[in-house]
């Protein structure tokens, strides 16, 4: 392996190591976006403020001159620099969120300034000028949407302006929580001068029309049977699954012997490396052989020389969509395949032999299931303890078993009634831990992989009728189920719908976005020179 690949490795390695705390961070860090209304208050980053005496400093920090200076002109929105920091910032704390102290990975210094460090050699281009960039093209993508959501006459719906509205309110009481006189103060420390919960607000109010006009957009494209069948008719094999088995030989696993350098790195001539692929072919090729099941395959697997005292074996994988399988070996499959049958595949980079796939096909399925409607209520665990380790709430068995009880008791309460459909949805309004006292619990037209694998197999049972009732455990606690029956879409349409709604999306979308037109400014008070762990 070379010295690159080996760096790769460990980069990779290391991401790995990421844990279940930073992935939530991850998750809360992106405030809003086109695809979601949930505002979230992050704390990603807090300056320590120099405090200056005199009518210089009052200019200084008092966000006069953050918001008399235009920062970018976004066709005939010019937005000031206290404007272009919430921005700005929001995608530092993006990626600071996702990546933390991983961020040296890519190559980025926390406890430097990012004005102060290249990310591109070549252009001299600074992190502070990638989180700029990041920034704009944000700004354009929101402006784009809610001057569309305008100019339709739509308006932030009353549920959105709820949510937005209750996660203001609470940003007071965050902000009081950690130190913080008020939001003014926080968002200041947070944002820079000129931030307040006024204009944070206007911010927040931006984004919200913009992601809710984006939904509302995306909703409204409806299609009939011949879009269906014509779009089904480009590429059958697009919206079918397939059960394989399939095992990777590398050819890296066959290198013999190299030269060590001085830093310990072992390199690998060009005969070498040759020697190693056309190895792995061969043993690529004496796993097909008399190979007719996945017990044959595995067995084959384990009789390998570079096997030996290991547990190596085949990988299962059931009803996996086409466009989800590698293009390496996804036509093969999609072919006149009856099961059984085996093959090998070359894995190739710029004609360089990484190593080879063997594949043993199982079965195809169309996906012309249909989709299920079901109502459920949801029973939280309560209590538990936070896994030090991961970050993650570990529950007890007591605690699991209260929340067991508790859905068997409304179950119960549900058949001593009416036990309809009607009465189940009147309880999952009142009693469901995810409800929105509304909807009755109720799930539409569920698709395979959509839910938790509980969830699912529950749904999907073959011997699932209509009015069946059952109590299912997940992650997330116990779920009282309620199947209302099989939707009017089979899963096929559904994804062919959504292939033909993510195209005219993209494409209504980064025409409304180009179209927009972007004028620098001065940007002198953003927070170029921010140092994200300041030591």
Request: proline share 1%; with cysteine; charged share 25%.
């Amino acid at each position: 392996m070379s010295a690159s690949s080996k760096k790769k490795l460990r980069k990779e390695q290391e991401a790995a190591k990421m844990t279940e705390k930073q992935l939530a961070a991850q998750k809360e860090a992106k405030k809003t976006s086109l695809y979601t209304t949930a505002f979230v208050v992050v704390m990603a980053a807090i300056l320590v403020i120099a405090v200056f005496v005199g009518v210089r400093q009052t200019i200084a920090t008092s966000g006069i001159r953050e918001k008399n200076t235009v920062a970018l002109t976004l066709g005939e929105h010019e937005l000031n620099n206290v404007e272009m920091n919430y921005f700005f910032m929001d995608a530092v704390n993006e990626f600071y969120g996702q990546y933390g102290s991983y961020a040296a990975m890519f190559g980025l210094d926390l406890t430097k300034p990012l004005n102060e460090q290249v990310v591109n050699e070549e252009t001299g281009l600074t992190w502070a000028d990638d989180f700029m960039t990041s920034a704009k093209d944000s700004a354009a993508s929101i402006y784009a949407m809610a001057d569309a959501a305008k100019a339709a006459g739509f308006t932030l719906p009353e549920a959105d302006r709820e949510a937005l509205d209750s996660s203001l309110v609470n940003l007071d009481l965050y902000a009081i929580s950690n130190g913080f006189a008020n939001a003014d103060a926080y968002l200041k420390a947070l944002y820079g001068n000129g931030a307040s919960k006024k204009t944070y607000t206007a911010y927040c109010e931006l984004q919200a029309l913009a992601s809710a006009y984006y939904n509302h957009y995306a909703q409204g494209l409806t299609y009939e049977e011949a879009d269906l069948r014509a779009a089904e008719a480009e590429n059958k094999n697009a919206f079918s699954s397939y059960s394989f088995h399939s095992y990777y030989l590398a050819a890296s696993r066959f290198l013999e012997g190299g030269t060590t350098g001085e830093d310990g790195t072992v390199t690998y001539s060009d005969q070498e490396n040759a020697a190693a692929a056309a190895a792995a072919e061969e043993a690529a090729k004496a796993l097909t052989d008399g190979v007719k099941t996945a017990a044959d395959l595995d067995e084959a697997i384990a009789a390998l020389e570079i096997n030996q005292d290991t547990e190596a074996a085949s990988t299962a994988n059931t009803d996996v969509l086409y466009t989800k399988i590698s293009s390496i070996y996804r036509d093969w499959l999609a072919g006149n395949r009856k099961a059984g049958d085996v093959a090998y595949f070359a894995n190739t980079t710029d004609e360089t032999v990484n190593g080879y796939y063997v594949v043993l096909f199982q079965g195809m399925n169309d996906n012309t299931m249909a989709l299920k409607n079901v109502r459920h209520i949801l029973v939280n665990y309560e209590g538990g303890t936070t896994d030090e380790a991961t970050g993650s709430t570990v529950y007890s068995e007591e605690e699991k078993a209260a929340a067991k009880n508790a859905a068997e008791e409304l179950l119960a309460q549900w058949k001593a009634g009416e036990a309809t459909e009607e009465s189940f949805a009147a309880l999952a309004n009142e009693k469901s831990a995810d409800g929105d006292g509304v909807s009755g619990g109720l799930y539409e037209n569920v698709y395979p992989g959509q839910m938790v694998d509980a969830f699912e197999s529950w749904c999907f049972d073959e011997g699932r009728k209509p009015g069946d009732t059952g109590i299912v455990e997940t992650e997330y606690g116990y779920h009282v189920m309620y199947f209302v029956g099989e939707s009017g879409t089979n899963y096929r349409d559904f994804l062919i719908e959504n292939q033909l709604r993510s195209a005219d999306l993209e494409s209504w979308y980064t025409e409304a976005v180009s179209a927009v037109t972007q004028t620098e400014g001065d940007t002198r008070y953003i927070r170029k020179d921010l140092v994200l762990n300041a030591q």
